[in-house]
């Protein structure tokens, strides 16, 4: 089992920068895929962005690529998420997700990210 702690959530105005993190607990971090989900009010959870275990692939959501990244430190058991050029529209709860296997079993409490324009 892992458990999964977001932080870095926050207030910012549109066009501005936050970093997100997802501390892991547990010896086997590295055996996980991560990712990135949000859910906007009145709106279902999207992915955002998905990282494998080594951190040699990742992949986006065509509404944040060029302006999110996603990076992880096994060492720290940590997965990241740079958001860039914040947008209104990227107003949610972000949440972290862990899948050993077929799909993501492993989720945080999320963490609110609000973007004013």
């Known amino acids: 089992q892992v458990q999964l702690v977001e932080s870095g959530g926050g207030l910012v105005q549109a066009g501005d920068s936050l970093r997100l993190s997802c501390a892991a607990s547990?010896?086997?971090?590295?055996?996980?895929?991560m990712a990135w989900f949000r859910q906007a009010p009145g709106k279902e959870r999207e992915s955002v962005a998905a990282?494998?275990?080594?951190?040699?692939?990742?992949d986006y959501a065509g509404s944040v690529k060029g302006r999110f990244t996603i990076s992880r430190d096994n060492a720290e058991n940590t997965v990241y998420l740079q958001m860039n050029n914040l947008k209104p529209e990227d107003t949610a709860v972000y949440y972290c997700?862990?899948?050993?296997?077929?799909?993501?079993?492993?989720w945080g409490q999320g963490t609110q990210v609000t973007v004013s324009s």
């Open positions: 990282i494998s275990r080594t951190g040699g692939s990742t």
């Open positions: 547990g010896r086997t971090f590295s055996s996980y895929d």
């Open positions: 997700a862990a899948r050993w296997f077929k799909k993501y079993d492993y």
